[in-house]
């Protein structure tokens, strides 16, 4: 299960005591944090989880999941957990199984209330994620983000060691809340190995990386090399969400932005292998085409 672990071949059943040791790993990772993540068994459970999604994505018109649908989700063997911090629910994650239904879930909605930041709570989210899925048996959990949030795309690649497969323009269409605002919903979709070791190696470097992506005066600038094989770097904003509030111009730009200098990368085959804490992606080309994957 650490970094040392041999991992076995994809589509392989779950080794023998794979599920303990990510049972410890989500435990110890809660104890940090200073939570207690649970899957949710009663209609309450499902009615706060509904509500700590509708308090995350500021929406008080409709319900982002509604209580009778996360219920449904719960009853039906599908992933449905609370956050707390003692008695109050901090967080909440709903997922369902996506084909084939014995290898994959797929985690639709993950909230924290924002005094959770920095904690290490989401990351705990995500282990007792990892957990779950694989006492049932799935090996693989995906999931959809805001590749333009810098701290979500850190912690899917940097910390869990999530691949990047696509990229998706507008995915939700307008969404209008308070953290998307009418910005358009572009997506990556993150995979994640279950059976890879956990944590991910850390990426290392041996060439100087071409700036495809980079800040030019707080606006950015594309610039799509023609050829070569060396590493790339795609630079966003620290802070999405607060220039949302503060410039919408200026982050709709940052939003064209990404989506050309990505959707190009992973057309002409350049993969994700890391996230900086800023921010800024790297990527290489596949180990077959010459690039420092990171395994």
């Known amino acids: 299960m650490t970094a040392d672990s041999k991992a076995p071949d994809v589509g392989d059943s779950v080794p023998d005591g794979w599920v303990q040791d990510a049972a410890a790993l989500a435990y110890d990772a809660a ?6 993540i649970e899957p949710a068994t009663t209609y309450a459970d499902c009615a706060a989880a509904s509500r700590l999604f509708d308090e995350v994505w500021h929406d008080s018109e409709t319900s ?7 219920t ?13 911090v003692g008695d109050r629910v901090v967080g909440a994650a709903a997922g369902f199984f996506s084909p084939p239904r014995a290898q994959t879930l797929h985690s639709h909605i993950a909230g924290m209330l924002p005094e959770l ?20 048996g799935a090996t693989n959990i995906t999931w959809t983000f805001d590749p333009l949030v810098a701290r979500n795309a850190y912690l899917n690649v ?9 990229y998706f323009e507008n995915f939700y269409g307008d969404m209008g809340d308070a953290l998307n605002g ?9 995979n994640w190995n279950l059976l890879h070791p956990y944590p991910p190696r850390p990426t290392v470097l ?7 992506l980079r800040n030019d005066g707080d606006q950015p600038h594309v610039q799509l090399p023609a050829t070569g094989d060396g590493p790339l770097t795609l630079q966003i ?23 050309e200098a990505l959707t190009w990368a992973l057309a002409d085959g350049w993969r994700v292998v890391d996230v900086r804490r800023d921010g800024c992606y790297l990527l290489e080309r596949p180990a077959e085409s010459g690039g420092q994957r990171r395994s």
Not at 64 to 70: D, E, Q, S, Y
Not at 75 to 81: D, F, K, P
Not at 182 to 189: G, I, M, P, T
Not at 206 to 212: A, K, N
Request: hydrophobic letters at 45%.
């Open 31 to 36: 104890a940090r944090a200073g939570v207690r």
């Open 64 to 70: 982002v999941l509604t209580p009778g649908a996360l």
């Open 72 to 84: 449904a989700l719960a009853h039906s063997g599908n992933y449905v957990a609370l956050v707390r």
């Open 117 to 136: 930041r920095g904690r290490g709570a989401g990351i705990a989210l995500k282990l007792h994620q990892r957990h779950w899925a694989l006492e049932v």
């Open 158 to 166: 940097h910390r869990l060691g999530a691949a990047i497969d696509c």
């Open 182 to 190: 009418h910005d358009d919903s572009d997506r990556a979709l993150a």
């Open 206 to 212: 041996t060439q100087e990386p071409v700036d495809v």
């Open 237 to 259: 904003p620290t802070d999405i969400e607060g220039l949302r509030r503060t410039n919408p111009t200026a982050a709709s730009a940052w939003r064209a932005g990404l989506r």
